[in-house]
């Protein structure tokens, strides 16, 4: 067993850095973001649990616990990406599929076996796991599980559905989307029949690490347009291929904004380039999201600070401060220059100017 209580290390440490990628690089919706921390959290909790061989029946009811909470999350970020509108209902479910479970364990506490964390069940099966409820909670557990099991069908059917409007931005998410859904479709639905394949508490474990890491990889390569931006624009039906190819012109784009540096003007905004090209300014914002993918303001200051980096080690420059070279770049002051250079680039201009120096 030496080699799963090292798995779920790797797994323990793998967990500590998707979190501290979540928290510096998801920015666009904090909500998505919190779904995202809880999930990881509740994995990197699992996998410490059994890294550090604590077997009783604390740790099953904790494990029962968390598999619920990683139920109502996935849910969740389903609802924040997909169907905004539901957001409310959807939470208000997942806060009764938690309490539910944390009620009807509390109900049983007595009839707990730690031999059955290992296993892959969750609230959905609390029946078959010793717990014995009520009539009125049996009844209240059926529901709960059409009600989850609706509403999973539910996105299902909108994410496919919507597939088919060619969304620009869908195509970003489409694959992972896919992922994303069968990880909790064989995780909280099917269970994976590997239960009642083996006996082999071996076996097992091994089925539980691949499904965290598994999970943990769906989330630390995320598309990177979620990091940044309302995910409302995945399925708005405005932002087809179609539209916006048709309405502004690729080579004039990057011709005024790449080859004449466009960026470098202290006064660049979305609006002045947008008349330059005569097109909309909804038009040239769907296109450069579309492309790289990235908003204006982060297209300008990124190219800003390629090029500051640049010309710090060209002779030409030798005698500028960092103000002059700010300015040069296209910044409007030195102090403008700092959260964009450590955005783009980490750590301090100041440090690369003494080194240049």
């Known amino acids: 067993m030496d080699i799963i209580y090292l798995l779920f290390t790797a797994i323990t440490v793998f967990s500590i850095i998707v979190l501290f990628d979540i928290i510096f690089r998801q920015r666009g919706n904090l909500l998505l973001k919190s779904h995202f921390t809880i999930i990881v959290l509740c994995i990197l909790i699992s996998a410490l649990i059994v890294s550090a061989r604590i077997n009783n029946n604390n740790t099953f009811v904790i494990q029962i616990i968390l598999k619920a909470i990683l139920a109502a999350s996935f849910i969740n970020i389903y609802a924040v990406i997909y169907v905004p ?6 939470f208000l479910l997942s806060l009764y599929v938690i309490l539910f479970t944390m009620y009807s364990l509390y109900m049983n506490k007595d ?5 059955r964390v290992v296993t892959i069940k969750t609230l959905f099966d609390l029946e078959n796991n010793g717990v014995n409820l009520p009539i009125i909670f049996q009844v209240l557990h059926k529901v709960m599980l059409l009600v989850y099991f609706s509403t999973l069908s539910y996105f299902a059917y909108v994410i496919f559905y919507v597939s088919q409007h060619r969304n620009a931005y869908f195509r970003h998410i489409k694959k992972w989307s896919f992922l994303l859904f069968s990880i909790s479709i064989f995780t909280f639905i099917l269970y994976l029949p590997f239960t009642y394949l083996s006996n082999s508490q071996f076996n097992r474990y091994i089925i539980i ?20 931006y309302s995910t409302s624009i995945i399925f708005n039906n405005n932002f087809q291929n179609e539209s916006v190819t ?8 990057r ?21 330059n090209m005569n097109v ?12 790289f993918p990235l908003t204006f303001n982060e297209l300008v200051n990124s190219n800003r600070i390629k090029y500051f980096v640049t010309i710090i080690t060209d002779p030409k420059f030798a005698n500028y401060s960092i103000d002059a070279l700010a300015k040069e770049s296209g910044f409007t002051s030195r102090q403008n220059l700092y959260k964009p250079y450590k955005k783009y680039q980490g750590g301090n201009p100041s440090d690369l100017f003494k080194s240049a120096s």
């Open 255 to 275: 011709q005024l904004f790449f080859d004449n540096k466009y960026y470098l003007n202290t006064n660049a905004s979305l609006n002045e380039l947008a008349k």
């Open 111 to 115: 009839q707990y076996m730690y031999t």
């Open 209 to 228: 690490s691949f499904l965290y890491l598994f999970g943990l990889l769906i989330i630390f390569y995320r598309p990177t347009f979620i990091n940044t």
């Open 280 to 291: 909309s300014a909804t038009d040239l914002y769907k296109y450069i999201y579309l492309n």
């Open 85 to 90: 509108k539901l957001k409310f209902p959807v």
């Open 246 to 253: 048709e309405a502004v012109d690729d080579f004039i784009f």
